[in-house]
């Protein structure tokens, strides 16, 4: 038993008690299960379109590939800025449709827009089918950072199933209002880590930013930029705004809808 | 006034056509690499655009809900 893996607990229980008190008060009907009943006010959207942003990659994937490859990296600054950008212009028109039409989904969207159930089956399979590789990423990440993180105490796999269970519990006793509060203290959490960690290591490692920054070009000069080849500026622009299009569609999507307001 | 939704092409051009002129480590600014600098004034840009944007957009005056 370990300082770490008592931390590690409790951010379990903390997922598990917050994701059943969301609960509290509330007839569980499809409406209040999927959408909150269209309940949520200007700052818990906020707070979810912000986090929605926050996953294991912001640890893993992010770090290792500014480590690895350097300025191409700054993709990420680009596509989340302008996938907000275009939610603008997108998202309140499909939501007051959704409200006007009683839909619960995007499947729902699809069929009633369209007027073809089977467009909508199409969409819930092709939702369900691109989710997996999705989940597995992230049950894959959840795992490596809970083994190092328990120093080995708990392997990859138990806390993989653990995740997952804690996770599949309170969303079926909650619904979307179970993964809406355990996701503000998952967003409140990650973001106070990164910006800590962010400022914490340039300045005890370097003496700061610019001086971390001046470390790097010394060492591998054009490293913070984009390179010639390779990940060149052309890839940068294309990732950027291909990685729009999919952050639009398969979140912003949702989150959208259980908003009191349009977009 | 629905001309100024227009605006929110300068966001797009800043971040995807910007990178091609901006690709640059010096001048260092406030310790970033200039491309990372370019980028990072572009987000805070890209939140006033759309501050300018919500503001004057008719949109969102005739909204009941």
Redo the contacts between chains.
């Keep these: 038993m370990n300082g770490a893996l008592a931390g590690i607990g409790a951010a379990a229980l903390l997922a598990l008690g917050l994701g059943f008190l969301a609960r509290r008060g509330r007839q569980m009907g499809l409406g209040q299960w999927t959408v909150a009943g269209r309940s949520f006010g200007a700052t818990l959207v906020f707070l979810l379109m912000a986090g929605e942003i926050y996953t294991t990659f912001t640890f893993l994937g992010g770090s290792g590939f500014a480590y690895g490859r350097g300025g191409p990296v700054y993709y990420i600054l680009c596509y989340a800025t302008l996938a907000y950008v275009m939610s603008y212009f997108i998202l309140p028109p499909i939501w007051r449709y959704a409200r006007d039409n009683g839909l619960y989904s995007q499947a729902d969207f699809f069929a009633a827009k369209y007027e073809s159930r089977w467009l909508g089956a199409l969409v819930s399979v092709v939702g369900i089918v691109a989710l997996i590789p999705y989940l597995v990423l992230q049950f894959k990440g959840l795992g490596i950072i809970v083994e190092i993180a328990a120093y080995g105490a708990i392997g990859a796999t138990p806390a993989v199933w653990i995740g997952a269970a804690v996770a599949t519990a309170y969303v079926m006793v909650s619904g979307v209002r179970g993964s809406a509060w355990t996701a503000v203290a998952k967003d409140a959490m990650i973001l106070l880590v990164v910006v800590f960690l962010g400022l914490y290591f340039p300045l005890h490692y370097y003496g700061g930013l610019g001086a971390m920054f001046a470390a790097i070009e010394q060492a591998k000069p054009g490293f913070t930029v984009l390179p010639e080849h390779g990940e060149s500026v052309w890839w940068f622009s294309f990732i950027s705004l291909n990685q729009v299009i999919t952050l639009m569609l398969l979140r912003f999507f949702s989150v959208n809808s259980f908003s009191k307001q349009p977009g | 006034m629905r001309m100024v939704?227009a605006l929110?092409i300068l966001?797009?051009a800043a971040?995807?056509?910007g990178?091609?002129f901006a690709?640059?480590?010096a001048p260092?600014i406030?310790?970033?690499?200039?491309?990372?600098a370019w980028?990072?004034a572009?987000?805070v840009l890209?939140a006033a655009i759309?501050a300018i944007?919500?503001r004057f957009d008719p949109?969102n005056r005739d909204?009941p809900?």
Excluded: C
Excluded at chain 2, 30 to 36: A, I
């Design positions: 939704r929110a966001p797009f971040l995807l056509i990178p091609f690709n640059r480590v260092v406030l310790g970033m690499p200039f491309l990372l980028l990072v572009w987000i890209s759309m944007i919500f949109q909204d809900s």
